[in-house]
């Protein structure tokens, strides 16, 4: 009779469960994780919602809470550090700079013989400080750096000058969404069913540039003097966004945070979806638009163009230009029939290259492959 392996313990380091597109997609690759062949433990090294929390574990995931309020909480790290001595995990994989940086810094007082450091958006251009810490700390203990994109792998190895054997591949991928109530949003909202709507569902932070996305549709209202724009999500730009949203005399609507579990519906009503931002990785809100079989146009950044081929799965254009932003719009409501081909289109190649599943089982293979490599146990 054949013994079976023991199951390899994998700590996932995250700031909290759910809050960002990162933070969703590890706490789905942790729930998602084969039960036969791993154990799988969350640390939320800041509060998270008591709703994810039970979440996870309704799902047969240990959840460990740290609580911390400051970078300077340091004392709050210590039940992550009796975690890591105890011997019991075997490996650890951190998500996002902060997590990335922590998660180095404690791994002496770990016995974890495997760290990963996740990058899910290169952004350190400008941040000389922030490529040094990757570079001279996380590099020197992480086991691998894995990027979300190949561009983001290159600039890794180009900019920051790591070394590309340090650094691994893996898809960004989203679980099945449900078919959202275009009728059911629009009623809600008061928009006329024929009314054109472009939309985004995106953090309201610098990065997304929706300054650039505002001044497009703007200067689509004499053409398309019906048009709406509606933007699902919160974020530290919402007050500026929203005083510069007046040149649109209401038609700029802005919902704020709602629960994940409507948000297909508020795809759904939408005619168009953009992505403006001035950097991504691999944006899982546009993978979900690509699952709506939504029409999208997005900035030609990070890893969209490994997403949206240019007038295929849809439009793409470059960054900080509202002019072509507002032209592919354009172009996109005047053609109902070449929308629905965009999306169709889509939808294909997100179901055929980027779900949730792939994702998962590339990682599956790479921690059995590193665990072993690091331990001379083959899994």
Known sequence: MTESRPRLCVLTVIDRMMTSGAEILATQIAVGLDPSRFESIICSTRSSAPEHVAMARAAGIEVLELKRRSKLDVWRWSPLVRLLRSGRVDIVHAHKFGSNLWAAVLSPFSSAPVLLAHEHTWSFEGKPLRRLIDRELIARRATAFLAVSEADKEKMIDIERIPSEKIRYVPNGIPDQPPGDRELVRARLGIPGEAPLIGTVCAL??????????????????????????????????????????????????????????????????????????????????????????????????????????????????????????????????????????????????????????????????????????TGRER
Not at 236 to 246: M, N, W
Not at 260 to 283: I, K, N, R, W
């Open 205 to 374: 932070r610098p990065q997304k540039a929706l300054h650039v996305a505002l001044e497009a549709v703007a200067s689509l209202a004499d053409e398309q003097p019906d048009v709406r724009f509606l933007v699902v999500g919160d974020g530290p730009e919402r007050a500026r966004l929203e005083r510069e949203a007046s040149v649109l005399a209401g038609r700029a609507i802005f919902l704020g945070r709602v629960p994940p579990a409507d948000v297909p519906d508020f795809v759904a009503a939408m005619d168009v979806l953009v992505c403006s931002s001035s950097f991504e990785g691999t944006p899982l809100a546009v993978l979900e638009w690509m699952a709506a079989g939504k029409a999208i146009v997005a900035t030609r950044v990070g890893g969209i163009p490994a997403l949206i081929d240019d007038g295929v799965e849809g439009l793409l254009v470059s960054p900080n230009d509202s002019a072509s932003l507002a032209r592919a719009i354009d172009r996109l409501l005047r053609d109902p029939d070449g929308r629905r081909t965009l999306g169709m289109a889509a939808r294909r190649r997100q179901q055929a290259e980027f779900r949730l599943e792939r994702t998962v089982d590339v990682l599956q293979h790479l921690y059995e492959a590193l665990y072993g490599a690091s």
